[in-house]
């Protein structure tokens, strides 16, 4: 069993900041690849940002140099530092991995943190 803690979310003003982390927990023996999606109202999901087991990362066009994904590896975790924030960024923000455990290569998601622009 694998468990994905997103936090961070929230009210944010339009040329802000805010950080998410996602800490995952359980079952695990090895992650690859991490990263962060998300949903807006009426849209379909999308990718925002991924970094591999190596860091290597690969970001949305609409966020490259405003967002930063990072990982720290001793944790389990992975955070996304959202800079210079628009109001098309208001969304569902979701954390995904993948990893190992006795079975195999899975991928998980986590449940989701709203961020919502603050007047």
């Known amino acids: 069993q694998v468990q994905l803690v997103e936090s961070g979310g929230g009210l944010v003003q339009t040329g802000g900041s805010l950080r998410l982390s996602c800490a995952a927990s359980?079952?695990?023996?090895?992650?690859?690849?991490m990263g962060w999606s998300r949903q807006a109202p009426g849209k379909q999901r999308e990718l925002v940002a991924r970094i591999t087991s190596v860091g290597v990362t690969n970001y949305a066009d609409s966020v490259k140099g405003r967002f930063t994904i990072s990982r720290d590896t001793a944790k389990n975790t992975v955070y996304l530092q959202m800079n210079s924030w628009k109001p098309e960024d208001l969304a569902v923000y979701y954390c995904?991995?993948?990893?190992?455990?006795?079975?195999?290569?899975?991928?998980?998601w986590g449940q989701g943190t709203q961020v919502t622009v603050s007047s």
């Open positions: 995904n991995v993948d990893y190992t455990d006795s079975t195999g290569w899975h991928s998980y």
């Open positions: 359980g079952s695990i023996f090895r992650i690859g690849v």
